[in-house]
Nanobody, 114 residues
């Protein structure tokens, strides 16, 4: 099993980023997929989720209306489009399935700062 996240970076408040995650080593198309984030000194938190076929999505209250999760089962990829970014969105972002599979990827760092 492998997760490789990318697309993070430094962005000003109000800006946008699109994160990507490519997964391998399991049958991606049948798994509910999720994005998590972990800020320094805080526990990992669930940000968004998407059903196997993409019909149903979930968002944490803190990101609802600003973030959009999507997936491409043909490419084994899941995406997180983040708009109207805030400094409190600063964290390492990870993708994984449900239930979570080991090992986790290295994540991609998102820093929102002026």
């Amino acid at each position: 099993v492998q997760f490789v996240e990318s697309g993070g970076g430094l962005v000003q408040p109000g800006g946008s980023l699109r994160l990507s995650c490519v997964a391998s080593g399991f049958t991606f198309s049948v798994y509910y997929m999720r994005w998590f984030r972990q800020a320094p000194g805080k526990e990992r938190e669930l940000v968004a989720g998407i059903s196997a076929g993409g019909e149903n999505t979930f968002y944490a209250a803190s990101v609802r209306g600003r973030f959009n999760i999507s997936r491409d089962n043909a490419k084994n990829m899941v995406y997180l489009k983040m708009n109207s970014l805030k400094p409190e969105d600063t964290a390492m972002y990870y993708c994984n399935g449900a239930p979570a599979r080991e090992p986790w990827g290295q994540g991609t760092q998102v820093t929102v700062s002026s």
